[in-house]
C-alpha cells in the first residue's frame, strides 16, 4: 500500500523531466548571471509601461545579478498588470488576466513581483515536462519514447521561454493538464482547467471545440466520419450532462470579454490594432499576407528562425496525421490557424518560434523518427539555436 501511494506522488520516471528543468534552470541563470555582471543592455523598449515596471525592481545584488536580468520584453506588461491594473490607454487590454492575477497575489508574500513572476514560470515549466511525458503515455508512447518527446520540446529553440517571465509555460501547463484529465474522463476537470487557460492566452478557448470532440468520442461513441458510431444522440445529452463543462473555456474567453467591453479596456482586436498595428484577419488571409510578405519584403535574421520552426512543425504536424490521435491533430491545426490571424505583424512570422511551443502534439512525433543519427542531431542544431535565441534575450534582442 505504502509503495502504491509513493508511485502516485512521485514517479520514478518524472526524475528525467526534473533533470531537464534544472539542467535547462541552471544554464539560464548562468547565462543571465554573464550579462548582468557586464554593462548594463540598452533596453530597446521604454515606453511608461516599461517604466512603471523597472520601478517595481528591487535592487540587492541577488537580484541584480539574477532576477532583474528577466524583465525582457513581454514581463514588463505582465509586471506591469499585476502591480497596476489594466489601463484603456497603454495596450494592456491585449494581455490576458491570468498570470498577472497569480503575480500580484504571489508577490504579497514575496514582496518582489519579479521574483513571484519567474517562480510561477518556473514552477509551471517543471510541471510541463512531467505533464508532457503523462500525455506522452496516456498517448501510447512507450516509456523511452516518451522521454525523447520531452527531450525534444525542452531543446526545442525557444523552449527557454518556459523559464522566463512569460505565460508560456503557465498556460502548457492547463492544456495538458486539460488534456490528461479528459482523457481520464474528469469532464468538469477539463474544463475547468481548460477555462484557466482561456484565461492565460488567447488559444485556450480552443479547448472548447477540441474537448467537445473528445467527449462525444469517449462518452457518445460518436467517430470523425462515422456518425452511425452515436449512441443514441437525444438521450446521451440528456442523460449525461457532462458536456456541459467542456463549454468552459470557451465560456471564459467570452467572459473575460464581456469584462473588458464593460470595463471600458475594449476588444482585444482594437488593443491589437490601436497598440502594436496587428490586424485581425481570417486565418487565409492571414496565410495570404504571410506569403505577399515573405515574396516582398526583406528578411531579418529572426525571420529564419520563425520561418524554420513553422516549417519543421508543420512537418511533424504533416506525418502526424497517421500517428496522433486525430483529435489532437485537430488541437494543433486549430493553433496554427489562430497564429495566421495576425495579419500584419511587424516581422515575417513574428514570435511564431515561440508559439510553436503551444503546439505541443507536434513533439510526440519526434520519438518516430527512427534514426537516432538524424534525432541527434536535431538536437544538437535546437540546442545551439536556442542557447543563440537565449543570449539574445537576456542582450534585450527581439527573438521571439
Known sequence: MKTETKHRTWKP????????????????????????????????????????????????????????????WDTSWYLKIAAFGYDPADGTASYLPLYPWLIDSLSKLTGNYLFS??????????????????????????????????????????????????????????????????????????????????????QGSLLTPVLGLLWLREVAGFQLGRPKTWRSPPAILYKNISWLWVLLPGLAFLGWTFFLDKAGL????????????????????GVWLFFNRLLTTPRVFIDYIDLGSLVFIMGLLIIGLRRLDPILSLYAWLNLA???????????????????????????????????VVRLIVWILSFFVQIFLLMGFLDWRWVA
Open 338 to 372: 489562430l497564429f495566421f490571424m495576425r495579419g500584419t505583424p511587424p516581422h515575417l512570422l513574428d514570435s511564431f518560434s515561440r508559439y510553436m511551443l503551444a503546439v505541443f502534439p507536434a513533439f510526440l512525433v519526434m520519438p518516430q523518427i527512427q534514426n537516432r
Open 117 to 202: 513572476a519567474l517562480f510561477v514560470s518556473n514552477l509551471a515549466a517543471l510541471a510541463v515536462f512531467i505533464l508532457f511525458y503523462e500525455v506522452a503515455r496516456v498517448e501510447g508512447l512507450p516509456v523511452k519514447e516518451a522521454g525523447v518527446a520531452v527531450l525534444s520540446l525542452a531543446l526545442f529553440p525557444s523552449a527557454f521561454f518556459l523559464l522566463a517571465a512569460y505565460t508560456d509555460a503557465l498556460f502548457l501547463t492547463l492544456v495538458l493538464a486539460s488534456w490528461l484529465a479528459a482523457r481520464h474522463k474528469f469532464w468538469f476537470a477539463a474544463g475547468v482547467l481548460g477555462g484557466f487557460a482561456s484565461l492565460t492566452r488567447l
Open 266 to 285: 475594449g476588444p482585444m482586436p482594437q488593443a491589437l490594432a490601436g497598440h502594436w498595428g496587428i490586424q485581425t484577419v481570417p486565418p487565409w488571409t
Open 13 to 72: 520516471e518524472w526524475t528525467i523531466c526534473l533533470v531537464i528543468f534544472l539542467i535547462m534552470r541552471l544554464n539560464a541563470s548562468f547565462l543571465g548571471y554573464q550579462t548582468a555582471s557586464g554593462a548594463e543592455p540598452e533596453p530597446l523598449s521604454s515606453g511608461p509601461v516599461n517604466i512603471a515596471a523597472r520601478s517595481l525592481l528591487h535592487q540587492d545584488p541577488f537580484s541584480r545579478l539574477f532576477i532583474n536580468v528577466w524583465d525582457r
